[in-house]
């Protein structure tokens, strides 16, 4: 296609364009499943076995676990909603995109980011940086 590196770099570390080309990738190759029915559904891959799974890009920025629909300007966050998205679906596979083009992930459970929760180890709106994110999945086993 005659793309710059730098191009190239620039849309796969870009998590808002990156994302749909990510959650195809993971639905088929890692989790061996398919891609949520729509667009609009409350996760973005469903496993083998019919687990529903939210596909997260960790960033620059950092990443978040509340539902989509909480982030962005003019938008707040309800802890309701995000214990109804921890309800909905296994976990979270979450790609390094910042390490493109050796992009890394983590499979991390549902159960495992509400316990990050009510042990304060996430932001007041469920985001955490970078830096947090790494020392976290780093122990995300234990």
């Known amino acids: 296609m005659h793309l710059r590196d730098a191009d190239v770099r620039r849309y796969f ?4 364009r990156v994302s749909f080309i990510l959650e195809r990738r993971v639905a088929f190759e890692v989790l061996h499943g398919k891609l949520a029915p729509s667009e609009k559904s409350p996760y973005d891959a469903i496993d083998a076995q019919g687990g529903r799974w939210e596909v997260r890009s960790l960033s620059h920025r950092g990443v ?42 983590w499979e991390i459970t549902s159960e495992r980011v509400r316990a990050w929760w009510r042990g ?15 020392e976290l999945f ?5």
Request: aromatic content about 12%; charged content about 30%; proline content about 5%.
């Open 64 to 105: 978040y676990f509340c539902p989509s629909y909480m982030v962005g300007s003019s938008r707040h966050f309800e802890e309701a909603g995000f214990m109804k998205k921890l309800d909905g679906i296994r976990g979270y596979v979450v790609a390094d995109i910042e390490s493109f083009p050796d992009v890394p992930y």
């Open 13 to 16: 570390t870009d998590g808002r």
């Open 120 to 134: 304060g180890k996430l932001g007041a709106d469920s985001k955490i940086s970078r830096e947090k994110a790494l």
């Open 138 to 142: 780093s122990h995300s086993s234990e």
